[in-house]
């Protein structure tokens, strides 16, 4: 089958502030991938990957075609063909398991769809992310959209608010560099929607929903307008405080046996946490100056590094 990879995707910042209206800043990780492909030789994780796309493929029958048309005679042959989708992205860490899919789902059968390589207006932005919303909303219950528009765009993308989005270049990669962002794997995966409707309940509680407005989407978006601009002590300064916040208020979703080394990091200065994706498990975002005094420090712990500066 012709087509090509749709890449994993890491929200850098954002998540639950975005659903706020707080900037968000989301990149393509081509560490893991997924593409559609045809069985050749059957497995138990080909049967399983085909049966989760014939089901997908019935709730996406249920969205209005002024919203999506789809080749549906080219997707129900590729099913009868016992398609699936081989992916390397871990479900349940918190880097777009689902948005590749989407992704790639879009591009094989979206008929009259908006080409990634074409100049992309606000109106076209704003039309993708609407569409893969509703696409992706069979995996979490509801979906910003976010995930496979990165995915499928496989561009950094600057989130000002839920209707302005743009793409953006990030400060230039130092290999050589001694800082780093980085993953570090809890050894568990986490589901979205349980997440996600905490911090609703949440966020009708007059104490947290302030804290949301007049704290968190304020650090936010000072952390994510000071990474742009690749002033990385800078960046720093105002990443501890929020790292804070985060350990404070969204306790439940980190597991509870990584609190000790969040607290860890922010005695220390050697690095900060963050969540990554809805949290629960997964993966944890980790930012540090000294890439070698951190991995001395999570000694233990697997670490994947994103950027290097």
């Known amino acids: 089958m012709k087509g090509h990879f749709f890449f994993a995707k890491i929200l850098l910042f954002g998540e639950y502030g975005i659903i706020n209206d707080s900037k968000g800043l989301s990149i393509p990780y081509n560490f893991f991938m997924g593409k559609l492909k045809f069985t050749e030789a059957e497995t138990d994780a080909t049967r399983a990957s085909h049966r989760s796309l014939v089901d997908y493929t019935d709730y996406l029958k249920t969205l209005s075609t002024d919203l999506l048309q789809l080749d549906w005679k ?3 042959s590729d099913l009868d063909h016992k398609l699936y989708f081989d992916s390397s992205i871990p479900q349940g860490y ?3 398991s689902s948005g590749a899919l989407v ?7 979206g008929l009259d769809k908006i080409s990634p390589d074409a100049p992309l207006t606000a109106e076209k932005f704003t039309q993708l992310k609407i569409i893969f919303a509703a696409m992706e909303s ?3 219950r509801q979906s910003s959209g976010l995930d496979p528009l990165n995915s499928y765009l496989s561009l950094p993308l600057l989130i000002h608010s839920k209707d302005k989005i743009e793409t953006t270049g990030l400060p230039e990669q130092n290999p050589e560099g001694k800082g780093a962002v980085f993953l570090l794997d809890t050894g568990r995966s986490g589901e979205t929607a349980p997440m996600v409707s905490l911090f609703k309940e949440n966020m009708k ?3 947290f929903s302030k804290m949301m407005r007049e ?3 304020q650090m936010n978006d000072r952390c994510v307008e000071s990474f742009l601009k690749g002033n990385m002590k800078s960046f720093f300064g105002k990443m501890k405080p929020f790292s804070a916040l985060v350990l404070k208020y969204f306790k439940p979703m980190i597991p509870a046996e990584f609190h000790p080394l969040w607290r860890k990091g922010l005695e220390t200065n ?6 990554c994706g809805s949290g629960g498990g997964g993966y944890m975002l980790g930012f540090t100056l000294d890439l070698k ?4 420090a999570l000694e233990g712990y697997p670490l994947d590094v994103v950027y290097h500066f």
């Open 138 to 140: 069979y995996f979490h």
């Open 103 to 109: 992704a790639a789902f879009y591009d094989r059968y």
């Open 215 to 217: 704290e968190f989407t």
């Open 94 to 96: 918190g880097v777009g």
């Open 270 to 275: 050697i690095y900060f946490f963050k969540l």
């Open 293 to 296: 005094v951190a991995k001395k």
């Open 74 to 76: 080219r997707l129900l």
């Open 205 to 207: 509680k007059e104490g």
